[in-house]
């Protein structure tokens, strides 16, 4: 039995002789048809003698062929649809980029640039220099330098101002961010000395005071952007940092995580500190990252004082943390918006996704629910909570509406949306599967309908 199977299997060459062998390799390429073709056969030949197949026809052969031709064209980054309700979504991409930004990167990527290039002069320019003026035109800061993203700025820093010498930090500012961003491992990386002083909730100005030594080189605060201590606390305000900094010769910096330029406590929502409240409080540098609530692409961004900024230029680790030339188109429209708060707060996804009332969200689900309803699929509308994300504002929840799915199983519609082709990531609660109309956008509608009717046909 066995034998005759073994028999019946086709030779690779023989095969890829046939017409309709000749024809697939004419579209996809011999070496794509060929090595389907025998890692194929190979698992036949595997599953035969393992007897985990009694029989099989040519076309169950061809059938697996393409299948395999199919899943080694499609790339591993793929665009999802966003269901969580989660804005600033790490494992998901985080900020999401303007139709307008990516044409942008599109028409520098599919040519040259004079990205170190000075056109004034058509000498050699500074890659650096392409955005530093408009940042801080937009901060109002001294100077600004781009580097790869804010856990290199913070390292650059550190290897800059503080190698071989003592760094203060309060104890509940040593954070650790998701994918392993930890304060205390990047000081120990950069060769400073972290000092920690008060304790998980309190720390007092007299706590960093009594702390400096000669060999102090920066007083460090971190903004706790993903967790929140609360209770019986006390936290030094950055003013207070800048005056002991001042009175003792220090460097001040701060870890600013989440950078946002737009004051969110105007549009109703909870106040987190901007670029401009930390700029005003006097700190020499502050770092922060451009994907989060900045809305831009991933990269780290560190304005301050122009002697600080200047030795920052001339470390040779910046060679390593450079930014290629799509952060910086992107950053430059990025930054453009930002000249009139009014076209920030429309045209960044990430503030218009964040700003958008209750009541827009409602329409979209509604719609959404008829289309689905029009094609049979059941779907109920419920209140849910959306989140910023991307470790900003751990506490903060905006009201949003979900749909929900009656008519199927949470557990497997969770997992089919979540693979195959145009994948679907929502949210399980409460052992039910919904879809919440936060991140949903109008361009996903179609897809949603074709994946929840290919699910409901099986
Ligand atoms: C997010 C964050 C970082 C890391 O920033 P990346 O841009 O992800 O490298 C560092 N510090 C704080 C406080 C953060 O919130």
Redesign the pocket.
Known sequence: MTQELFRKLPKVDKLLKETTFLELIETEGYPSVYNATSETIQEFRKNISNGLISDFTPDDIFKTIINKIKIKSEFNLKKIINGTGTIIH?NLGRSVFSKKNAAHIAEILTGYSNLEYDLETGKRGSRYSLVEDLICEITGAESALVV???????LLCLDEFSKNSEVIVSRGEL?E???S?R?PDIMSISGSKLVEVGTTNRTHDYDYENAITDNTSLLLK?????YKISGFTKEISREEIVELGKKHNIITME????GVLVDFSNYGLKKEPTVFDVLKSGMDII??????LLGGP???IIIGKKTLIERLKKNQLLRAFRVCKMTLSSLEVLFHEYYDEKSAVKNIPTLSLILEAPEDVYTRAKSLKSLLNENDIEADIIESFAMIG???MPEETIPSFALSFPTFNSVSLERELRTGENPIVGRVQNNCFFLDMKTILKDDFEIILNRLLDVSRG
């Open positions: 790490t790869n993203n804010n856990a290199a700025a913070v954070v961010i998701g994918g961003f304060i971190v903004h706790t952007s993903n870890d600013l995580g989440s770092t922060f990252s451009g994907d989060k991933q990269c780290g991307g470790g900003s």
